[in-house]
């Protein structure tokens, strides 16, 4: 019997430098996904997927993240007794319960590798799984819940992956693929952020990971890979051919890199237009927008 995934580590420790000036004051995961913050997102992904136990992987200036978890008795007081039922259930979401939450520092940004590293004495020796909350991912069944459902079949290491345009593959980590079998593929090899002529294939793997314990095995030479950076994408790789073996999956869902500018507009926008109450009225506006600029041309 495999064991269950039950454990999750949310590295959230990057300055999030792409966002200044807004991320001097406000962490990245906090900001606002139409009236939710990003971590909200991954932690219902998370949930959905049977997570029981949050591992935050945080830095200076985020005690905002923790006070977005913890309970807010007077709030929640005052909703009660102006009978705001609506909201006092929204608020409940994001109630953690004691002891399911825990918060470890990474003291330098010195990459991904080190920031899931950090968490390693609350992982001990079972599998477990990563998601980086900045990239938000729009799907029927939550990509972590369709990985999870997959792990069960292959053990091993698994990547959530995604076909992108070779010439913006520089921007991921890249899959060397052996076997192609459809929404799952075993991996041969593993480039971070290749020069585009360089990438093995168009797959590339994006922020959802389940990970067998010896990646953070790997993790502890600390070695730099691309960009000065302790890459979690080489403990990974040194997983191929090894007793399971590592897994791109092939998510169905459309994924956001809210992590940039454009990406998070352009998920602001799908994820709007997908709220019953918001649709007609941003539809609309968009139309006119759109008339507006080609009338332009
Ligand atoms: P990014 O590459 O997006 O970096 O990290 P960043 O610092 O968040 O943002 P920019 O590039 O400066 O705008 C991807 C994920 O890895 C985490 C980040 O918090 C984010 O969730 N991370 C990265 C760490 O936790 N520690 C690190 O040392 C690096």
């Not at 941003?282 to 600029?293: C, F, H, K, S, V």
Request: aromatic share 6%; net charge negative; with cysteine.
């Amino acid at each position: 019997m495999r064991k269950k995934v039950t454990k999750a580590i949310f590295p959230v420790a990057g300055l999030g430098t792409r966002f200044l000036p807004a991320t001097k004051a406000v962490p990245k995961e906090i900001m606002t996904l139409v009236d939710q913050p990003l971590i909200q997102y991954a932690i219902d992904e998370a949930r959905e997927a049977g997570i029981k136990e949050f591992i935050f992987v945080t830095s200076r200036g985020k005690s905002a993240l923790e006070d977005y978890f913890d309970n807010n008795p007077v709030l929640e007081q005052t909703l009660r007794k102006q009978g705001k039922t609506e909201l006092l259930n929204i608020l409940r979401r994001t109630n953690m319960e004691s002891g399911a939450i825990a918060y470890i520092r990474q003291h330098k940004a010195l990459g991904l590798g080190h920031a899931v590293w950090c968490a390693r004495n609350l992982i001990a020796n079972e599998p477990f799984a990563v998601i980086l909350p900045d990239d938000v991912i729009a799907a029927e069944e939550p990509c972590l819940k369709q990985m999870v459902d997959a792990y069960a079949e292959t053990g091993g290491s698994m990547v959530a992956a995604m076909e992108v345009p070779k010439e913006k593959a520089s921007a991921y980590g890249v899959l060397d693929v052996d076997e192609d079998m459809g929404s799952l593929v075993s991996v041969k090899g593993m480039v971070e952020k290749p020069k585009a002529e360089e990438a093995p294939s168009n797959l590339a793997v994006i922020g959802r990971y389940i990970l067998s314990p010896n990646v953070l095995r790997n993790l502890n030479k600390k070695e730099a890979g691309a960009g000065g950076e302790i890459q979690l994408t080489d403990a990974i790789a040194k997983e191929i051919g090894g007793e399971n073996g590592v897994y791109g999956f092939r998510f169905r869902g459309k994924r956001f890199d809210c992590g940039s500018k454009a990406g998070f507009l352009q998920a602001t926008v799908a994820f709007a237009m997908e709220r019953e109450e918001l649709r007609d009225e941003l539809g609309e506006y968009l139309r006119e927008m759109m008339a507006a600029e080609q009338a332009a041309q």
